[in-house]
T-cell receptor
């Protein structure tokens, strides 16, 4: 089955810890994205990558880091510098970066800071 | 600054009626506009894409209009069903970057 997988589904973090959220796709898509969603809110763009070994900051990149060493993988690290990390994190991909490409989303990871 | 606005209040309608959701934007000149459906605790799912030179797009019970003069898109669900209850998000390509920007979504509740 083609799709996007995210793990873990639920993640608990103590204050001061870094955590890494996994995102893998087998759709052979070039572009990948990370969004954050807070309760009752829309999606806010954290980082995106158009090709391997390249990525750009989105609207709320502070306190986050990413890597794109393989086409199919785009992990997101939530660092201790992110002051309010509790949220629902969504990974997405699409074939190209043009606006006529639909985005495919993973099931999400719900991060809670204890 | 660029803004995408969707009605933050939930829309409640009776089964069988037509639901109409609105997406307004400012300081964008999008060539494409997309609509997604999101169920609670899940990732959004793509529904429809409309191009700037298309006034209207249909897919089964769904219809989208795109008015670049008014800077507005309307999303219609005809013969609505309780299973249509979800949050609906519109999305535009952000000016100057290759990534979609999403509105905050409108929650639709269809009563049986």
């Amino acid at each position: 089955d083609g799709g996007i997988t995210q793990s873990p589904k639920y993640l608990f973090r103590k204050e001061g810890q870094n955590v890494t959220l996994s995102c893998e796709q087998n759709l052979n898509h070039d572009a990948m994205y990370w969004y954050r969603q807070d309760p009752g809110q829309g999606l806010r763009l954290i980082y995106y990558s158009q090709i391997v070994n390249d990525f750009q900051k989105g609207d709320i990149a502070e306190g986050y880091s990413v890597s794109r060493e393989k086409k199919e993988s785009f992990p997101l690290t939530v660092t201790s510098a992110q002051k309010n990390p509790t949220a629902f994190y969504l990974c997405a991909s699409r074939m190209g970066t043009g606006g006529d490409n639909e985005q495919f989303f993973g099931p999400g990871t719900r991060l809670t800071v204890l | 600054s660029q803004k995408i606005e969707q009605n933050s209040e939930a829309l409640n309608i009776q089964e069988g009626k037509t639901a109409t959701l609105t997406c307004n934007y400012t300081n964008y000149s999008p060539a494409y506009l997309q609509w997604y459906r999101q169920d609670p605790g899940r990732g959004p799912v793509f529904l429809l894409l409309i191009r700037e030179n298309e006034k209207e797009k249909r897919k089964e019970r769904l219809k989208v209009t795109f008015d670049t003069t008014l800077k507005q898109s309307l999303f219609h669900i005809t013969a609505s069903q309780p299973a249509d209850s979800a949050t609906y998000l519109c999305a535009l390509d952000g000016t100057g970057r290759r990534a979609l920007t999403f509105g905050s979504g409108t929650r639709l509740q269809v009563q049986p």
